[in-house]
């Protein structure tokens, strides 16, 4: 975010959600909607993740969110189908391997159960 920042470039507004039976994700950017002034401090766009699964509702920054996405890309890179585990200090992803079985993604401590589905 900081880099991109450094690029003065006006930014548009972004909201994407996936929703999947109790379970959303909606990311959104607030961006910069006027050009960067010459002397003016340079302002990242922000960043936020919110995650509802039921009656708790999560608002989380970039870093969870690229860690997120940085698990699921490496899943897609090493063709895993079945079990995966993936773990640091922000989020942690566990796929059984047996189909029908839970899924538990864990986002900044907060531990979300689902189905592979």
């Not at 899943?75 to 895993?80: D, Q, S, Y």
Request: charged content about 20%; glycine content about 8%; proline content about 2%.
């Amino acid at each position: 975010m900081k880099a991109w920042a450094m690029t003065g470039l006006v930014t548009y507004d972004v909201c994407l959600s996936a929703e999947v039976a109790d379970v959303i994700l909606r990311a959104e950017v607030r961006g910069k909607r006027q050009s960067q002034l010459p002397g003016q401090a340079w302002q990242a766009p922000q960043f936020s993740l919110f995650v509802t699964a039921g009656r708790v509702s999560l608002a989380l920054g970039c870093e969870v969110f690229s860690a997120l996405v940085r698990y699921m890309q490496a899943r897609a890179w090493m063709g895993a189908t079945h079990e995966w585990i993936a773990r640091d200090n922000l989020v942690s992803l566990y796929i059984r391997r047996s189909k029908g079985k839970k899924v538990i993604l864990g986002l900044d401590g907060i531990q979300i159960t689902m189905t592979q589905e």
